[in-house]
């Protein structure tokens, strides 16, 4: 059964940074695409970030471009979400997801960050 765990979230201030990962078990996700999305209170899920499986593209939310930064270990089998001048509208809680044969088949329980003005 594959699971994918996140970590990492937590309470800052504005501007601050936060680094998530997500462990992936129970199989290896090194030739799918992996990313995040996150999910305010009343809010739809909106998309973060994604990576390609071997690291080479990736692609962004208009509103986290040029501050956040995706990145995977295929090795340890984890991708990362580094998150700098964070903001209060990016409270939320971020879900890590994982490619299948039909689209983002696999979901983390999520792990809630909250930024402070």
């Known amino acids: 059964q594959a699971q994918l765990v996140e970590s990492g979230g937590g309470s800052v201030q504005a501007g601050g940074s936060l680094r998530l990962s997500c462990e992936a078990s129970g199989r290896t996700f090194s030739r799918k695409v992996l990313g995040w999305y996150r999910q305010a209170p009343g809010k739809a899920r909106e998309f973060v970030a994604a990576?390609?499986?071997?690291?080479?593209?990736?692609s962004y939310g208009d509103s986290v471009k040029d501050r956040f930064a995706i990145s995977r270990d295929n090795v340890k089998n984890t991708v990362y979400l580094q998150m700098n001048r964070l903001q209060p509208d990016d409270s939320g809680i971020y879900y890590c997801t994982a490619e299948g044969d039909i689209g983002w088949d696999y979901w983390g329980q999520g792990t809630q960050v909250t930024v402070s003005s």
């Open positions: 990576i390609k499986w071997d690291g080479t593209a990736a």
